[in-house]
């Protein structure tokens, strides 16, 4: 074929959604090939790059360009082409060249209107206005015969249409602030439903796209029966409402033939005989046929309650959608307004039975019931006597009151699933008054239909008294709890945030509600929970010989000691510190060697003010502990019970108290499961279920995102627990610079035999060396004790376990070797949840590889450490990666596991290689590990972390195990007796001249802390 054409005759067909396919022949009819075709066609249509970006498909032989639906009207209204082709159109393609112009300026001037044919089926779409259209086809023959043929090709107006509608988007309404100014000034356009009995025209007025010439608007009136008249019934009525005046309405009457007959004025005549028809039509479509009556006025027919009541509820929406004016009796857009509201009105007494003071979330009180329907606020009798009317429209005190039966029937199984003879428990007065609703206990084995009743049920409300009402602002306002007054035997100065956190605790038990105190570690959870002990003996008015008989006749005593359960690792921690802040309470320790069975339990702990013991003790006796009533039960490190469904959780819950009391600086670890087990043991019932609270908040919070949800659970637990943080401003300025801090540590039994074992056999060779051979084993028995107080692996020799095929690392077996990693760990894992930096110092090479591969493990996190063997270079890498600035604020939000940053937060460093001339500021808790002989040392070692360019307040945490050298040496270094602070200052040589007893007294391990 000879490709430099002169002349290419173009023919095309449009599809249904406007795309138009082209294709063209030469002289001798033979196809131009597409490509061919494109590149003159589109050589000057910049909308196509040219023709680049338009696709060329070959169909049975013929190759089609494909030209956008939206780009068909601008390109053949263009008439852009290349002079030196002579171009012929045939067909569609001479059809569209005429009506291509026209539709373009109707595009351009907006003289387009929305389909109505579209719109029936659920569609927006545009079309131009057909008059504009034959006009504007008038100015030709060639246009008016194209116009003409659009009415006998209906695929080809098909096409056109769907082009001309995608032309009108892309130009008007192809952004977001375009398509949004369309829906705000015409919102009826985007409705699906209504429209029924329209025509096009009638439709375009009611959406407001074309102006209604007629000087009213038509309108349907519900009429209420009179009640002067005895007269039952309701009526429909037509009027005319007037544009210029709403307030002035005309009756019509509709005969059965659409004949309008009433008193309107003169100039409305014309538009009512044009119009009326088509309000019948319009009427009929939209309301049942057993509506209309015959004769001149279709609706006279009465109407019963039932009728009226559907009309209000139903009809009257169809008729809104279907652009009526309806005007429905004032009460009613009231009543639809104000959702039915159901009250529990507590009596004005005390707020518990028989005049007695409320204690507890189960204690009971009465209450009256009170329904809101509309405007009527009726009692529960009027409401009984309403709703055995059987009416849904009932007339009452001159108004009238809507019964919607669905919502009756929620509000009665609303009321009767709260017994009001058996009154309102204080937990039912708080969750009605913080949420609006009440979780009463539901059956775990509820079906999903009872779940979603229950989610959908009235919401129940609470009208509170005066004592209630200060009761409940008291539980929610710092500013109004009591502040009693420090306990005189409190051998400490309680700063302000924790004399706060004091009195919560008093306030609370005083109700005896339950407490979660969760402040951030390092705060003084400890002292402010002694304070409270001290403050529970100070009040008890217990005559000690009451106390002596109760137990010489084996009754219970009239008010039994608190309980602290705490992991094993922490037990030495609470008897030093209550010794320490509080000698004056009796505490006994149930735990190892001092574990006393029920034959002596009893009249031990009768005498005593507080009974210590671990997690794992407290499981084992489960039996004993729960046979008396306790004063107090406080769990520390509480999140030990996050798991609900393990043994130890079911143990102490089941361990009766008056108070109840939580101790935790992590709440919530990983799943609000666990916020809901530490609330269930403070406060059981509170939260519902275990399946209700994953079904009410867990599944909504964790995988929904629910922010209702997530601000409900926060306003149901806020008023039991009391959570400050390091960086709160008024807890700030309360702290001081440096906050060191001990923890004591028992040993395992597996560092307790082996400590033993190392200082017997001491004291026999002790018997036989003298000189530099009894130092030299003095110290070598020394540096063995010290390294086993650590781990018992240091003194074994043995190696790290390997790790799996996934470079994975077992760590339990070395976690459960040695209470010191066990608490590290936790506290460790507790400041990286606040997204703290800390140094931990140990003096041992071994002790630091076995930290650093725990904690990498453990924190999925990487994990330096430093020590004599790094290079300078290594040296300095890690001081800069661990010196890096802190994540934004934004970033911060991420818990740390999840992070991609191989940011490293935790710094191991041996003492001596990391003690002295380090800036490792980015940290602000630094670990003692285990212990120094000089404290100069230690203070060096703390000051890489508190020293100029530190902004945030230091955390110093000295771990010393208990019974051991360790514990011995700390006291001596306190005291300073037996030595002078220049020789403790110097190194450990002097323990070489200690004498054989005095060895034996230093080194010889105390049995009371071993299990």
Not at 282 to 306: H, I, K, Q, W
Not at 985 to 1007: H, M, N, Q, V, Y
Request: hydrophobic share 40%; charged share 25%.
């Amino acid at each position: 074929m000879n490709m430099q054409l002169r002349t290419i005759t173009v023919q095309l067909a449009l599809t249904p959604y406007g795309d138009a396919l082209i294709f063209g022949t030469n002289n001798g009819h033979e196809a131009v090939p597409g490509l061919y075709l494109k590149q003159r066609l589109f050589a000057w249509h910049e909308d196509s790059f040219y023709g680049t970006e338009l696709t060329v498909q070959n169909a049975e032989g013929v190759e089609l360009i494909i030209l956008p639906a939206e780009q068909v009207i601008p390109f053949f209204s263009a008439r852009k082409l290349l002079t030196h082709i002579d171009w012929n159109w045939e067909g569609s393609a001479a059809q569209l060249m005429e009506l291509a112009p026209l539709l373009s300026a109707s595009l351009e001037e907006k003289l387009y209107i929305p389909s109505f044919t579209a719109h029936q089926a659920g569609k927006l779409q545009w079309t131009w206005d057909e008059e504009v259209l034959r006009l504007a086809a008038e100015a030709s023959a060639q246009a008016q015969a194209a116009h003409l043929e659009l009415s006998l090709n209906s695929s080809f107006a098909d096409g056109l249409q769907a082009a001309f509608s995608a032309a009108v988007f892309q130009r008007h309404y192809g952004t977001e602030a375009e398509t949004g100014d369309l829906r705000s000034e015409y919102p009826l356009l985007f409705e699906r439903s209504g429209a029924a009995g329209m025509d096009a025209a009638s439709w375009l007025m009611a959406i407001g796209w074309k102006a209604d010439t007629a000087p009213f608007r038509p309108a349907l009136q519900l009429l209420e029966p009179d009640a002067d008249a005895d007269d039952s019934h309701w009526r429909l009525q037509l009027l005319l409402q007037d544009k210029r005046d709403a307030s002035a309405l005309v009756p019509v009457r509709l005969a059965d033939d659409g004949e309008p007959h009433g008193l309107w004025p003169t100039a409305w005549s014309a538009h009512v005989h044009e119009r009326a028809a088509g309000w019948l039509t319009r009427l009929r479509a939209s309301m049942p046929t057993e509506r209309f009556a015959p004769g001149g006025d279709v609706l006279a027919e009465p109407l019963s309650d039932e009728i009226a009541w559907r009309f209000l509820t139903v009809d009257s929406q169809l008729l809104l959608e279907a652009g009526w004016q309806v005007l429905l009796p004032a009460w009613w857009e009231a009543a639809s307004r104000k959702k039915p509201r159901l009250r529990a009105k507590v009596s004005s007494g005390e707020g518990s039975r028989g005049g007695q003071s409320l204690f507890g979330l189960d204690s009971l009180i009465d209450f009256d019931w009170r329904i809101s329907i509309g405007d009527a606020d009726l009692s529960e009798a009027e409401f009984a006597e309403l709703v055995a009317r059987g009416q849904r429209l009932v007339r009452f005190r001159g108004q009238w009151v809507p019964l919607d039966p669905a919502l009756l029937a929620q509000i009665q199984r609303a009321m009767a699933g709260m017994d009001k003879s058996q009154g309102l428990s204080f937990q039912d007065i708080l969750q009605l008054h913080l949420l609006g609703s009440v979780d009463k206990a539901q059956n775990d084995n509820a079906s999903e239909e009872q779940l979603l009743e229950d989610a959908t049920r009235v919401r129940l409300e609470v009208e509170l008294n005066e004592h209630l009402i200060g009761l409940i602002a008291q539980l929610g306002q710092r500013s109004q709890w009591p502040k009693p007054a420090v306990p005189a035997s409190l051998q400490a100065e309680l700063r302000p945030y924790q004399h706060e956190g004091y009195a919560w605790l008093a306030f609370l038990r005083r109700f005896g509600l339950g407490a979660c105190l969760a402040d951030d570690m390092g705060l003084g959870k400890t002292v402010q929970l002694i304070a409270y002990l001290l403050h529970l003996k100070d009040q008890s008015d217990i005559d000690p010989a009451q106390r002596e008989a109760a137990i010489r006749s084996h009754s219970a005593p009239p008010e039994w000691p608190s309980l602290i359960i705490c992991p094993t690792s922490v037990l030495g921690n609470w008897e030093k510190e209550l010794q320490r802040f509080a000698p004056s309470l009796n505490v006994m320790l149930h735990y190892g060697s001092r574990r006393l069975d029920a034959g002596f339990f009893y009249g031990a702990a009768a005498q005593a003010d507080v009974v210590l013991t671990s997690y794992s003790t407290a499981t084992l006796d489960q039996e004993l502990l729960k046979e008396f009533t306790w004063a107090t039960v406080c769990l520390d490190e509480a999140q030990n019970i996050k798991n609900a469904q393990t043994k130890q959780s079911a143990a102490v819950r089941s361990f009766p108290a008056l108070h109840r009391i939580a101790l935790t600086g992590t709440p919530i670890e990983n799943r609000l499961s666990e916020l809901w087990s530490i609330y269930d043991f403070i406060t059981p019932g509170y939260l519902g279920s275990s399946r209700a609270f994953n079904e009410r908040f867990s599944n909504a919070i964790e995988k929904e995102h629910d922010v209702k949800r997530t601000e409900d659970l926060q306003r149901l637990v806020k008023p039991f627990m009391l959570r400050r943080k390091k960086k709160d401003p008024a807890i700030q300025l309360d702290l001081p610079e440096k906050n060191e801090m001990k923890t004591y540590i028992h040993l395992t039994a597996e560092q307790a035999a082996l400590y033993d074992q190392t200082v017997n056999g001491l004291m026999e060779r002790m018997q036989k060396l003298e000189g530099i051979e009894r130092k030299g084993a003095i110290l070598a028995a020394l540096t063995g004790l010290k390294q086993l107080c650590d781990h018992p692996m240091l003194l074994t020799k043995e190696a790290l376990p390997d790790t799996d095929a996934e470079n994975r690392l077992d760590t339990s077996a070395l976690i459960d070797r040695s209470a010191k990693l066990e608490r590290l760990l936790a506290m460790v894992r507790e400041l990286r949840e606040e997204n703290e930096r800390c140094l931990i110092f140990t003096q041992y090479i071994g002790m630091g590889k076995m930290l650093q591969a725990v904690l990498q493990e453990e924190l999925q996190e990487p994990v330096l450490y430093l020590n004599g063997s790094s290079s300078k270079a290594a040296r300095d890498q890690m001081i800069e990666r661990f010196q890096a600035p802190f994540p934004s604020a934004a970033e911060s939000l991420l818990p740390s596991k999840d992070s991609a940053s191989d940011q490293p937060n935790v710094f191991i460093l041996s003492l001596k290689a990391g003690g002295v001339g380090l800036n490792l500021t980015a940290a602000n808790h630094v670990f003692h590990f285990d212990r120094w002989w000089n404290p100069a040392v230690e203070n060096q070692a703390t000051d890489r972390a508190y020293r100029m360019g530190q902004t945030r307040d230091v955390q110093v945490h000295k771990f010393i195990s208990l019974g051991t050298l360790e514990e011995r040496i700390d006291e001596m270094l306190e005291s300073k007796q037996q030595l002078s602070e220049n020789v403790i200052a110097t190194s450990e040589g002097w323990i070489t001249e200690l004498s054989t007893d005095a060895l034996k007294d230093l080194f010889t391990l105390r049995r009371e802390w071993m299990g």
